[in-house]
């Protein structure tokens, strides 16, 4: 299966009203179960246009957001130049294609990107790599779906997931305190057309304090 060129997408994707909805449903979600501090370090993992990390930024150190899209990474450097934000930077990698992640951070956050990635055990360790003794991964995305969440299944490697599945991928990895919440559902037409909720949620855990 190909991958979906989201840099054809980049210009558009905030304007859709729903895609603004579900972003602020997952943060809320998130900021009610992590509690921020100003000395974190965040990663964003296929932050997009920066809907996650710039609700993030204002309550942390520091956010670095990472896409493998150019183009979404553009529109997300210029809200942060309009917006005079200093604290997130951005770094075009693709993961999948040999790039590395590096750096330390207190909390890795991913939203609605896990179903985009075709190897997730392999994400997963390398996501477990660069966070800090005691940090915290956090991961939301859709629950099963039947392939119907997406109007184009192009690079869709996953269609959702099962909680459990996912708990067990972390736990795998090493993480501890493993926590499986809601983050948001979304209503939209599926695509037979007929107006769906989609549910979303969120997977935390922690890597042990060395």
Not at 58 to 86: C, E, H, Q, W, Y
Request: aromatic share 8%; glycine share 8%; hydrophobic share 40%.
């Amino acid at each position: 299966m190909e991958r979906r060129d989201f840099n054809k997408d980049a210009e558009s994707w905030d304007e859709n009203p729903g895609r603004i909805k579900a972003a602020n449903d997952i943060a809320d979600s998130l900021l009610k179960e992590i509690p921020l501090t100003p000395a974190m370090r965040v990663l964003d993992f296929g932050c997009g246009t920066g809907l996650l990390t710039l609700r993030l930024c204002p309550l942390v150190g520091s956010v670095m957001g990472v896409d493998s899209s150019a183009g979404m990474l553009d529109v997300l450097r210029t809200k942060i130049f309009k917006s005079n934000t200093r604290n997130v930077q951005t770094r075009n990698l693709d993961l999948e294609r040999g790039d590395e992640l590096d750096g330390e951070y207190d909390l890795v956050v991913s939203s609605m990107t896990l179903h985009h990635i075709r190897d997730i055990e392999t994400l997963l360790l390398k996501l477990y790599k660069v966070l800090a003794s005691g940090g915290c991964l956090c991961i939301a995305d859709l629950d099963l779906d039947n392939g119907q969440f997406h109007d184009d299944n192009t690079g869709v490697f996953h269609f959702g997931f099962d909680r459990e599945m996912l708990r067990s991928a972390f736990s795998n990895t090493g993480l501890d305190g493993i926590r499986v919440f809601e983050a948001a559902e979304i209503k939209k037409p599926s695509q037979k057309g007929v107006l769906r909720a989609f549910s979303v949620f969120w997977v935390i855990g922690f890597k042990s304090k060395a």
